[in-house]
């Protein structure tokens, strides 16, 4: 499963990106799929998922109210909506899929099997 992480760029504080991961020729809707980030210096962190059974969402608290993780099943990719960005948003963004459902472990880098190239998102204040 090669995984593709897109849509990072450079925004103003307050502004928005919409990061989408895709699997050309494979189908997610029956995959978790988290996003995590690393910014410079710091160890990845999770920051999203969304589960493959109930498609619910969740969030580490420092994006909750401003991040939205969705999938668009007919087009095979998982969306990563990043509005109000602070400079502290600022990092490496990766999506990551496991078939397993991680549950109460979905931060954690060794429940995702398959990960793609991260994209730069850059926040200026």
């Known amino acids: 499963v090669q995984l593709q992480a897109s849509g990072g760029g450079l925004v103003q504080a307050g502004g928005s990106l919409r990061l989408s991961c895709a699997a050309p020729g494979f189908t997610l809707d029956r995959w978790a799929i988290g996003w995590f980030r690393q910014a410079p210096g710091k160890e990845r962190e999770g920051i999203a998922c969304?589960?493959?059974?109930?498609?619910?969402?969740y969030y580490v608290e420092s994006v909750k109210g401003r991040f939205t993780i969705s999938r668009d099943n007919a087009k095979n990719t998982v969306y990563l909506q990043m509005n109000d960005l602070k400079p502290d948003d600022t990092a490496v963004y990766y999506c990551?899929?496991?078939?397993?459902?991680?549950?109460?472990?979905?931060?954690?880098?060794?429940?995702?099997?398959?990960w793609g190239q991260g994209t730069l998102v850059t926040v200026s204040s």
């Open positions: 969304i589960s493959s059974d109930t498609h619910s969402p």
């Open positions: 990551a899929a496991d078939s397993y459902e991680p549950y109460t472990g979905w931060r954690l880098q060794s429940n995702y099997g398959y």
